[in-house]
């Protein structure tokens, strides 16, 4: 049974930073592509962050360049989003997704709130 975990959803003030997790269970955690992706209620679902399949870098959103940084810890199955000078535009549900090639998989989801 797959399962991903995030957690580290908060409110914070903008200008602010979260780190949010994503332990992963039920894959082969080494060789999967990892990504990070958010939603605000009435759009669709966005990119965030992925890892791309073989060219070795991660992508990012226009949005999030320079201030969101996409890393992993293969030891702990676990996938970090570190998020700083947040925005209140940064206000979302941030999901975690193990990416193709193969079945896709999306975790549970953790709120992030950008306000004074």
């Known amino acids: 049974q797959v399962q991903l975990v995030e957690s580290g959803g908060d409110l914070v003030q903008p200008g602010g930073s979260l780190r949010l997790s994503c332990v992963a269970s039920g894959i082969i955690f080494r060789f999967s592509f990892m990504g990070w992706y958010r939603q605000v209620p009435g759009k669709q679902r966005e990119l965030v962050a992925s890892?791309?399949?073989?060219?070795?870098?991660?992508i990012y959103a226009d949005s999030v360049k320079g201030r969101f940084t996409f890393s992993r810890d293969n030891a702990k199955n676990t996938v970090y989003l570190q998020m700083n000078s947040l925005k209140p535009e940064d206000t979302a549900v941030y999901y975690c997704?193990?990416?193709?090639?193969?079945?896709?998989?999306w975790g549970q989801g953790t709120q992030v709130t950008v306000s004074s």
């Open positions: 997704k193990k990416e193709g090639p193969g079945n896709t998989y």
């Open positions: 890892e791309t399949r073989g060219g070795g870098f991660t």
